[in-house]
């Protein structure tokens, strides 16, 4: 018998995902000199993000502070992927703000970078209605975990994961997003691929507020996540990033 909710859920994804999709690209971090395509040191997820005075990519910063030590220990290139286009080098790009705190991280596009694909990707956040999350919330995580990558012939393939439930707890430094009625499943699954038994490559990942009657709008950024389909997400809250790309420093919490 079909269950009505499941199929609900199924109706969602197939309009939300195609949607915010173009909104949101890997990194992955490289040797200078590479293995290969499939040699990739590390990976996290960002989002690209235009408001009336800015563009910038929102992720989590600790794997900013992860980048950073790699460059400082070895000569290293972070490449951004964008579908339909090549891998752009951002190693250079400057970081606007961060705070590990929280654990976001802006990070500057320069006026250099400057291309149709940038146009088309950039998600509209508006930061004067940007509304903290609430318990209850209907959440979409989207990120690129490193146990779905598949490299060969010359091309990567990332494959987004997005992973659909509801906001169950709220704190000043972060909200948490919990499985507590056991319903989550797999949402997109065109290789038959497990659930990965760790999320990682998804630090950094969007997470929008998504309800029937408003378009999605961000609430935060994947900072850390339980093990497995039953994984509880911590998020860092979005409400603090300002038009420019800088934080809040009266919103942050206290530490």
Not at 199 to 213: D, T
Request: a negative charge; glycine letters at 8%; hydrophobic letters at 40%.
């Amino acid at each position: 018998m079909t269950d009505p909710i499941r199929e609900e859920v199924r109706r969602q994804i197939d309009v939300l995902v195609p949607l915010l999709l173009p909104y949101v690209a890997p990194v992955l971090v490289y040797p200078r000199v590479s293995p290969g395509i499939d040699g990739w040191i590390t990976g996290g997820t960002v989002l690209f993000a235009r408001t009336g005075q800015n563009r910038f990519l929102i992720t989590a910063d600790h794997f900013v502070t992860e980048i950073d030590k790699l460059i400082q220990g070895s000569d290293v290139v972070a490449l951004l992927g964008v579908p339909g286009a090549s891998f752009t080098d951002i190693t250079t790009w400057p970081v606007i703000a961060r705070d590990n705190h929280v654990d976001i991280c802006t990070i500057q596009i320069p006026q250099e970078a400057e291309c149709e694909w940038l146009e088309k990707h950039c998600f509209d956040l508006d930061c004067t209605q940007s509304i903290r999350a609430c318990v209850g919330d209907k959440a979409l995580i989207m990120g690129f975990p490193k146990l779905h990558r598949e490299a060969g012939k010359g091309r990567i393939n990332t494959r987004v994961l997005p992973i659909l439930d509801y906001v169950t707890d709220v704190s000043d430094r972060r909200f948490t997003i919990a499985d507590e009625n056991a319903r989550r499943e797999i949402l997109i699954n065109p290789h038959n691929l497990s659930f990965p038994d760790h999320v990682g490559g998804m630090s950094g990942a969007p997470v929008f507020r998504v309800s029937a009657s408003a378009p999605p709008s961000l609430i935060g950024v994947l900072s850390e996540s339980g093990d497995g389909l039953r994984g509880v997400h911590f998020c860092a809250h979005a409400h603090f990033i300002m038009p420019d790309g800088s934080l809040d420093l009266v919103a942050l919490p206290p530490r």
